[in-house]
C-alpha cells in the first residue's frame, strides 16, 4: 500500500510538473508573443516618428532653399529696383535741373550782356568822355563773344554820327570788322572814311576777311587819290598780312593794283621790297611776281 500510494503520489506530482511545464511553456510562448507584438508595436512607433522627423526636417529644407532663393532675389533685386525708382529718377532730375539751371544762366548773362552792350552804344553818342571810355573797354573785352547784326548796325551808325574820336573811331572799326558783315562793307567800301588813317587800317585788316578781290573798287581809288602810293601800298600789305598769308600774297600779282602806281613809287618799291618781305615773313618768290617785273621795268 505504501508503495502503490508513493508511486501514485509520485505520478501525481510528476503530472504536476509537467502541467506546471507546459503552463511555463505556455506562459513563456505568451511573454514571447507579447514581447513581439511590443516590439513591433514600438518598431512601427519608431518608424513613425523617424518618418515625421524626415518630413519635417525635408519640410525645413525646402522652406530653407524657398529662404535662401528669396534673400538672392532681394540681394541681386533690390539694388536694381533702388536705382530704377530711387537713384536714376533722383540723377535724371539733378541732370534736368543742372541743363535747366545752365540754360537759365546762358539766357541771363546773355540778356545781361545785350543790355551792356546797347548801354555802351547810348554812352558813346554822349558827350562824357569817361563813359565813353568805359563803353569802348567793355565791347573790347566781348568781342570774343562775337556781335549781332543788330549790334553791327549800331556800330555803323555811331562811324557815321561823327560823335567820335579818331582814337574811338578806330576802335568801334574794329568791333565792326571782326567779321564780314553788310554793315562793315558799307563803310570800308566807301573811299572817304578811308580818307581817315584809323579807319583805313581797319579797312586794310578787314581786307584780309573778305578778300582783295571783293574790295578793289575803294582801295583803287584811294591809290589813285593818295599822295603817297608807296606808303599806303607798304601798309596794305602789312595789315593784310597780319591777318591772311595767302590774301597778302595775292598784292604781288594784282595787276589792277599795280598799274595804277607811279614809276617813282614802283622804284621805292623795287629798293625796299626784299627787306620788307623778310620783316613780314612773307615766304615768296619775288622773282616770279608781277610786282617785280614792273619794279624793275620802271628802274631801267
Known amino acids: 500500500m505504501n508503495l502503490l500510494s508513493l508511486t501514485s503520489n509520485y505520478v501525481q506530482r510528476v503530472d504536476s ?10 506562459l513563456r510562448t505568451e511573454l514571447i508573443k507579447l514581447q513581439a507584438e511590443n516590439n513591433s508595436e514600438i518598431i512601427k512607433q519608431a518608424s513613425t516618428t523617424i518618418e515625421y522627423q524626415s518630413e519635417l526636417i525635408s519640410s525645413f529644407g525646402t522652406i530653407y532653399t524657398i529662404l535662401t532663393i ?5 540681394a541681386v533685386g533690390l539694388p536694381i529696383v533702388v536705382y530704377q525708382f530711387g537713384i536714376k529718377p533722383s540723377k ?39 563813359l565813353k571810355a568805359q563803353a569802348i573797354s567793355f565791347l573790347s573785352l566781348t568781342l570774343h563773344e562775337g556781335f549781332t547784326d543788330q549790334e553791327m548796325f549800331e556800330f555803323n551808325r555811331l562811324i557815321k554820327s561823327g560823335k567820335l574820336s579818331d582814337s574811338h573811331l578806330g576802335s568801334i572799326a574794329y568791333l565792326l570788322g ?23 587800317v581797319q579797312a586794310f585788316q578787314y581786307i584780309s576777311k573778305i578778300g582783295l578781290d571783293n574790295f578793289m573798287e575803294p582801295v583803287l581809288e584811294l591809290f589813285k587819290k593818295t599822295d ?7 601798309n596794305l600789305l602789312t595789315f593784310v598780312n597780319i591777318n591772311s598769308k595767302s590774301e597778302a600774297l595775292k598784292v604781288f600779282n594784282n595787276k589792277e593794283l599795280i598799274d ?3 614809276d617813282e613809287t614802283l622804284k621805292n618799291i623795287g629798293r625796299t621790297i ?25 628802274s631801267v
Not at 510538473?17 to 505556455?26: E, I, L, Q, W
Not at 603817297?228 to 607798304?234: A, L, S
Open 17 to 26: 510538473m509537467a502541467s506546471a511545464t507546459n503552463k511555463v511553456d505556455s
Open 70 to 74: 528669396l534673400i538672392a532675389i532681394i
Open 92 to 130: 535724371d532730375a539733378l541732370k534736368q535741373l543742372e541743363n535747366n539751371l545752365d540754360e537759365k544762366v546762358a539766357i541771363y548773362l546773355s540778356k545781361n550782356r545785350s543790355q551792356q552792350i546797347a548801354k555802351s552804344i547810348k554812352d558813346l553818342g554822349e558827350d562824357d568822355a569817361e
Open 178 to 200: 571782326s567779321r564780314v558783315n553788310e554793315y562793315a562793307n558799307d563803310i570800308f567800301s566807301d573811299a572817304k572814311y578811308l580818307k581817315n588813317n584809323n579807319l583805313k
Open 228 to 234: 603817297n602810293q608807296y606808303g599806303e601800298f607798304i
Open 260 to 262: 595804277i602806281l607811279s
Open 274 to 298: 626784299e627787306n620788307s618781305i623778310k620783316h613780314m615773313n612773307i615766304n615768296i618768290d619775288l622773282k616770279e611776281t608781277y610786282l617785280k617785273k614792273v619794279c624793275e621795268k620802271a
